[in-house]
């Protein structure tokens, strides 16, 4: 009798182990149209104006559906059913589901690749379709209906895209190829479906597990070095795709967990850290503003994407906190295509109550995410405020050619910007907003990062560094010398912030003589007028002023400034308009030289009409440079040390420059105008290790440090 029920109770847990719950079936609806959900959506819509007007225009859209065949927009159909009741929205639903089975949706290009590519990701957005609908006239189909429809759809669907890219003994695809936004995509999207199906196809439920405890590993891909394959996530939470393909692939896997929680009440799927980290990261690359909310769009996005469908889910998972309900209300509805806004179906479903958001969120103004190279700095958390983004990290597939590039948003506008981005089989994707040429970046003899990295990746990635934020002085160095490493020794980058001026630091070194240009994409209007560079748009406005190694030729009249760097204007295809151009300018430094300091203050003006502008000057001596510049009672005084930048290997980078005796590579430090420069009031080092004045030690390390100081 005892061995009978151990043996009894072995084969019951394998059972349980093969095919979880197997007895228990889902009670449709079950994935996202829960009764209980649509029960809260009726209440808030009896109380919430913007909700009200949201449910008027989704049933308006449904209604006028009912004459079209849209199986894309079936999501507005489904709602419909479970908000009214009304068999015709569930009717026409229930057409679409049957004739779906009826089509083929395999894609004829994929199919003639070597294996066949079964499934892909127009696959995986019918796939997602087809599960809400099914499980949101659930009830309204009979049962021979649904054995239909999950037998042909599970053929036609599922099994291709889970036997491709999951299932042994047929999977083709793994992380290292496709594992960025296509894995979560097909894999995920299949399992919701397979999760809608678990009643009538009893290898459903096994499927669906299988799903749950894969999608740990594609959060936790830590890259390759054979490919040059980055690891999918940054340790601080950030996503090396653009924002984009990063909300576009985080939120296909949190579709399915968002299910799987709803099907699988009380019980806990696998643990994944980065999710808690997400929330922070899509709002620090984010640019609050009057209007539309804009993001950083480096690589393959737009800087009217957002990230509203991953916080969204997140949120209604428990996952971050009020700061999440900040970055909702700062996104606009319809403001892009893809978006989870409160008209459409999974927007209504998902959009909480926004009025309990914080002013600002409560983050910090500055991060860094060193692992894919991406850094954020700010002024304020408040709309229209000055944000500079800095990217020195991977250059594959969807990260372009842009190692030491950045973005300066000011007054609400992307006033120095990346060129953009354009549908991938046009010519101008490939020959132009991929490569260096449309980003804010120095090009050797013309060139930038090798064309082939596009698609083979860089073999040596670029980096960021050592930021710093204290206030009204922030930090950041770029290091891009592995993207150009074909042409380049140094291509270190240094952006120092203080108050009203960026200043840029280039630190360049060639393996032969050649010729240096700096590229600059303004958005707005342009002027040169004297030494300065000005652009414009609506309230926002900087001036560009060029330092080192040599000042803008201050009239046209270039031939009579040969020593000077002259201003061309380039031409490149315009993102919004790719039958017209739009003018980016090339600052070009007439020497063939193999090293180069470029320095260039970036002023960021209050108004375009500002007349007054820190008057500067240069100032050099034994092995240093710098500038001294005034503005508004202020001092600021910025030496470069020519000796620290690694052509000494084991003598001394030591300097006295103007009366501070340091071997740092660089030094500001600020004073009142009329006081004594020997008592700064601020003071940056960066990498040094120590610091005297009238043989007094300000600073000593036995190691070089970076930091900012301010006297109290």
Same mark, same amino acid.
């Given at each position: 009798m005892r061995t009978k029920l151990v043996l009894g109770m072995t084969c019951f847990i394998i059972s349980v182990l093969a095919f979880p719950c197997r007895a228990q079936k889902i009670s449709h609806p079950a994935l996202y149209f829960t009764d209980k959900k649509i029960q809260e959506l009726k209440q808030r819509v009896k109380s919430d104006k913007e909700m009200e007007a949201a449910w008027n225009e989704i049933r308006q859209t449904a209604d006028e559906l009912l004459q079209k065949n849209d199986f894309a927009k079936s999501g507005y159909l489904a709602l419909a059913y479970r908000m009214t009741g009304e068999r015709k929205y569930?009717?026409?639903? *229930?057409?679409?589901? &049957?004739?779906? =089975?009826?089509?083929?949706?395999?894609?004829?290009?994929?199919? +003639?690749?070597?294996?066949?590519?079964?499934?892909?990701?127009?696959?995986?957005?019918?796939?997602?379709?087809?599960?809400?609908?099914?499980?949101?006239?659930?009830?309204?189909?009979?049962a021979d209906e649904r054995k239909l429809i999950a037998t042909e759809l599970t053929r036609l669907a599922i099994r291709p895209a889970l036997e491709d890219w999951l299932l042994e003994p047929t999977r083709i695809h793994s992380l290292n190829s496709m594992g960025h936004n296509w894995w979560t995509s097909c894999v995920c999207m299949a399992g919701v479906l397979?999760?809608?199906?678990?009643?009538?196809?009893?290898?459903?439920?096994?499927?669906?597990?299988? %799903?749950?405890?894969?999608?740990?590993?594609?959060?936790?891909?830590a890259g390759d070095e054979l490919q040059h394959k980055p690891? =999918?996530?940054?340790?601080?939470?950030?996503?090396?795709?653009?924002?984009?393909?990063?909300?576009?692939? !985080?939120?296909?896997?949190?579709?399915?967990?968002?299910?799987?929680?709803?099907?699988?009440?009380?019980?806990?799927?696998?643990?994944?850290?980065?999710?808690?980290? +997400?929330?922070?990261?899509?709002?620090? !690359?984010?640019?609050?503003?009057?209007?539309?909310?804009?993001? &950083?769009?480096?690589?393959?996005?737009?800087?009217?994407v957002t990230a509203e469908s991953s916080l969204m889910l997140l949120y209604?998972?428990? !996952?971050?906190? =009020?700061?999440?309900?900040?970055?909702?209300?700062?996104?606009?509805?319809?403001?892009?295509?893809?978006?989870?806004?409160?008209?459409?179906?999974?927007?209504?479903?998902?959009?909480?109550?926004?009025?309990?958001?914080?002013?600002?969120?409560?983050?910090?103004?500055? *991060?860094?995410?060193?692992?894919?190279g991406w850094a954020t700095m700010r002024d304020s958390w408040k709309k229209d405020a000055t944000m500079l983004a800095v990217k020195s990290g991977y250059t594959w597939n969807h990260s372009h050619a842009d190692a030491n590039s950045f973005i300066l948003f000011h007054?609400?506008?992307?006033?120095?910007?990346?060129?953009?981005?354009?549908? @991938?089989?046009?010519?101008? @994707?490939?020959?132009?907003?991929?490569?260096?040429?449309? /980003?804010?970046?120095? #090009?050797?003899?013309?060139?930038?990062?090798?064309?082939?990295?596009? @698609?083979?990746?860089?073999?040596?990635?670029? @980096?960021?560094?050592? +930021?710093?934020?204290?206030?009204?002085?922030?930090?950041?160095?770029?290091?891009? =010398?592995?993207?150009?490493?074909?042409?380049?020794?140094?291509?270190?980058?240094?952006?120092?912030?203080?108050?009203?001026?960026?200043? &840029?630091?280039?630190?360049?070194?060639?393996? *032969?003589?050649?010729?240096?240009?700096?590229?600059?994409?303004?958005n707005g209007e342009v002027k040169k007028r004297g030494y300065d560079l000005h652009v414009t748009n609506g309230e926002a406005a900087?001036?560009?002023?060029?330092?080192?190694?040599?000042?803008?030729?201050?009239?046209?009249?270039? /031939?009579?400034?040969?020593?000077?760097?002259?201003?061309?204007e380039r031409q490149g295809p315009k993102e919004t308009n790719l039958e017209e151009t739009e003018t980016y300018y090339s600052f070009n430094l007439p020497a063939e030289v193999n090293r180069v300091k470029g320095l260039t203050a %970036? &002023?960021?003006?209050?108004?375009?009409?500002?007349?007054? #502008?820190?008057?500067?000057?240069?100032?050099?001596?034994?092995?240093?440079?710098?500038?001294?510049?005034?503005?508004?009672?202020?001092?600021?005084?910025?030496?470069i040390n020519q000796q620290a930048d690694g052509r000494l290997m084991h003598l001394n980078s030591c300097v006295d420059m103007n009366g501070w005796e340091t071997d740092a590579y660089m030094l500001a430090v600020t004073y009142p105008e009329g006081a004594?420069?020997?008592?700064?009031?601020?003071?940056?080092?960066?990498?040094?290790?120590y610091l005297r004045r009238d043989g007094k030690s300000r600073f000593s390390s036995l190691s070089k440090q970076y930091f900012i100081k301010k006297a109290k």
């Open positions: 569930a009717d026409k639903v *229930k057409e679409q589901l &049957i004739d779906q =089975t009826k089509r083929n949706w395999s894609d004829a290009e994929m199919i +003639l690749r070597k294996p066949a590519w079964r499934s892909e990701l127009q696959m995986a957005h019918r796939s997602f379709y087809a599960a809400v609908a099914y499980d949101a006239v659930y009830d309204a189909l009979t397979s999760m809608a199906f678990e009643n009538e196809i009893p290898e459903a439920r096994e499927w669906v597990e299988q %799903v749950n405890q894969a999608i740990p590993e594609w959060f936790d891909f690891k =999918t996530f940054d340790a601080a939470g950030g996503m090396y795709e653009s924002v984009n393909y990063a909300n576009f692939g !985080i939120s296909e896997a949190l579709l399915f967990r968002y299910a799987w929680q709803n099907t699988h009440p009380g019980k806990k799927s696998p643990e994944i850290s980065q999710l808690s980290l +997400l929330p922070s990261f899509f709002m620090h !690359i984010c640019y609050p503003r009057t209007g539309m909310l804009y993001d &950083i769009n480096f690589g393959d996005s737009h800087k009217d209604a998972m428990g !996952i971050g906190n =009020t700061d999440v309900l900040w970055y909702l209300k700062q996104v606009q509805s319809g403001q892009h295509r893809d978006g989870f806004f409160v008209n459409r179906p999974m927007g209504f479903l998902l959009m909480p109550d926004v009025q309990k958001a914080p002013a600002v969120p409560s983050l910090p103004l500055s *991060k860094l995410y060193a692992d894919f007054k609400g506008v992307d006033i120095i910007k990346d060129a953009g981005n354009c549908w @991938y089989p046009r010519p101008e @994707y490939r020959n132009y907003f991929f490569q260096s040429q449309a /980003h804010n970046v120095v #090009l050797f003899n013309g060139q930038g990062q090798s064309r082939e990295q596009q @698609y083979h990746g860089s073999p040596l990635r670029g @980096y960021l560094y050592h +930021l710093l934020d204290e206030g009204n002085i922030k930090y950041v160095l770029a290091d891009g =010398t592995g993207p150009v490493a074909d042409n380049f020794s140094r291509n270190f980058r240094h952006f120092l912030w203080m108050d009203h001026v960026i200043y &840029i630091v280039d630190d360049l070194k060639t393996h *032969k003589n050649g010729h240096f240009e700096w590229l600059w994409h303004p900087v001036a560009i002023r060029p330092l080192y190694p040599e000042f803008l030729a201050k009239s046209d009249f270039v /031939h009579d400034y040969p020593n000077d760097m002259y201003v061309e %970036v &002023i960021l003006k209050d108004s375009p009409d500002q007349k007054e #502008l820190p008057v500067m000057e240069r100032l050099q001596g034994e092995n240093w440079i710098g500038l001294r510049s005034v503005y508004q009672g202020k001092v600021t005084e910025l030496y004594k420069v020997d008592t700064p009031k601020e003071t940056v080092v960066i990498y040094g290790s």
